[in-house]
Antibody, heavy 120, light 108 residues
Framework: EVQLVESGGGLIQPGGSLRLSCAVSAFSVSSNYMSWVRQAPGKGLEWVSAIISADRKYYGDSVKGRFTISRDNSKNTLFLQMNRLRAEDTAVYYCARHDSGGPLYGMDVWGQGTTVIVSS | SYVLTQPPSVSVAPGKTASITCGGVNIGSKSVNWYQQKPGQAPVLVIY???DRPSGIPERFSGSNSGNTATLTITRVEAGDEADYYC???????????FGTGTRVTVL
């Protein structure tokens, strides 16, 4: 069964760092575009970052320069390294797989999400 | 950056038709995807590439896209369709994925 399982969320102080993981099952993390999407409490969906290849990574304006997306093909896992965290980064973070057709075809598999709370 | 605008809410009686719009500059030239999100759950893709349905999504869900507006239509609305709905595109000019503001569908 195709599955994405996020982990690594928690309570962190402003300015701190956190690394999220997304364990992938039943397909290769390197075979599809993969994204991180977040949702602040009571708010809508916000795309955070996407990885297409080792040298093709994209970031939303609010996280560029602070967050880094990566993947470990041997562990079949997607990561999001989050540095210099701010209160406004508080959200549920989802990893999502893009359809094999590419970026035009939507995110067809989602994880259950992991919660990040940035607060002192 | 590219902006997608949706009405905050749509109300519809059971058995009737709900239409949810997604406005964006020349959105007709882009591929639009739609997601359904129920409380406490992850989003689910219900329409991709403007009007295609993933397997398992009822035929009651359909999509269209032209000019500056894309539309998700739900016919014969059921209580289980009550959820938040989001449109989404890939903006090639910025290499950003963009979500719409979201629409809450309430079944009366």
């Amino acid at each position: 069964e195709v599955q994405l399982v996020e982990s690594g969320g928690g309570l962190i102080q402003p300015g701190g760092s956190l690394r999220l993981s997304c364990a992938v099952s039943a397909f290769s993390v390197s075979s599809n575009y993969m994204s991180w999407v977040r949702q602040a409490p009571g708010k809508g969906l916000e795309w955070v970052s996407a990885i297409i290849s080792a040298d093709r990574k994209y970031y939303g304006d609010s996280v560029k320069g602070r967050f880094t997306i990566s993947r470990d093909n041997s562990k079949n896992t997607l990561f999001l390294q989050m540095n210099r965290l701010r209160a406004e980064d508080t959200a549920v973070y989802y990893c999502a797989r893009h359809d094999s057709g590419g970026p035009l075809y939507g995110m067809d598999v989602w994880g259950q999400g992991t919660t990040v709370i940035v607060s002192s | 950056s590219y902006v997608l605008t949706q009405p905050p809410s749509v109300s519809v009686a059971p058995g009737k038709t709900a239409s949810i719009t997604c406005g964006g500059v020349n959105i007709g030239s882009k591929s639009v995807n739609w997601y359904q999100q129920k409380p406490g759950q992850a989003p689910v893709l219900v329409i991709y590439y403007d009007s295609d349905r993933p397997s398992g999504i009822p035929e009651r869900f359909s999509g269209s896209n032209s000019g500056n507006t894309a539309t998700l239509t739900i016919t014969r609305v059921e209580a289980g369709d009550e959820a938040d709905y989001y449109c989404q595109v890939w903006d090639t000019s910025s290499d950003h994925f963009v979500f719409g503001t979201g629409t809450r569908v309430t079944v009366l």
